[in-house]
Structures are given as C-alpha cells and as structure tokens.
C-alpha cells in the first residue's frame, strides 16, 4: 500500500469494528433477541466475504505485498490466524457459565 497512514489505519478499524456491532445490535433490536447467534453468523459471514474479498492477490507473481495471500490456502491459513487473534484478545473468550469453570 503507497502511503501508509498509521493513524487513518486504526482510525477506519475501529470505525469499521464499531459499524459491525452496531449492525448486530441493529438487527437484533428489529429481529429480537431469539437471533442473536443467526445475526452473529451473518456478520460473520459477511465480514469473511469482505476480507476474502480484499485480500484478492494483483496479477504480479512476485508482487511482495500479495506474497501471503497468493493462494487459497495462504489466504486461509492468514484468515484463520488474524480470527484466532481476535478470538484470544475477547473479553468475552470466557464465561463466568462455562462448563470447565470452578464454582465457589
Ligand atoms: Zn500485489
């Protein structure tokens, strides 16, 4: 990417995660709150679309920028690893409700 803005970068990913929560809180205030894991899933969806969508590799074989998305299963491996990440930074990763969670 030429000109790479550090700041406009986090500035546009925290507006962007924000929109989606909103999305969801939108969808389950018109839809209720029976379908909130439908709603998740539909984000989800959608938001793996997009990101697949954009990591589309350019048409330079040696182009580095595209070198870890040159390939479905790169693309995946780097998908599946950024969802991890997400995933383990949650706050909501653990449950107080969770099966292996002592009980005083
Ligand atoms: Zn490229």
């Known amino acids: 990417?030429?000109?790479?803005?550090?700041?406009?970068?986090?500035?546009?990913?925290?507006?962007?995660?924000?929109?989606?929560?909103?999305?969801?809180?939108?969808?389950?205030?018109?839809?209720?709150?029976?379908?909130?894991?439908?709603i998740a899933s539909g984000l989800l969806a959608g938001a793996v679309q997009y990101w697949l969508y954009s990591r589309q590799p350019c048409d330079d074989p040696d182009c580095e920028d595209c070198a870890p998305y040159s390939t479905a299963e790169l693309r995946q491996e780097e998908l599946l690893e950024e969802v991890l990440g997400y995933v383990l930074s949650s706050e909501y990763l653990h449950s107080p409700n969770d099966r292996d969670v002592g009980r005083a």
Do not use: F
Not at 5 to 32: F, I, P, Q, R, S
């Open 1 to 38: 990417m030429d000109d790479y803005d550090e700041t406009k970068d986090d500035e546009v990913y925290d507006a962007t995660a924000a929109a989606v929560v909103e999305l969801g809180n939108t969808m389950m205030d018109k839809e209720g709150e029976d379908l909130s894991w439908t």
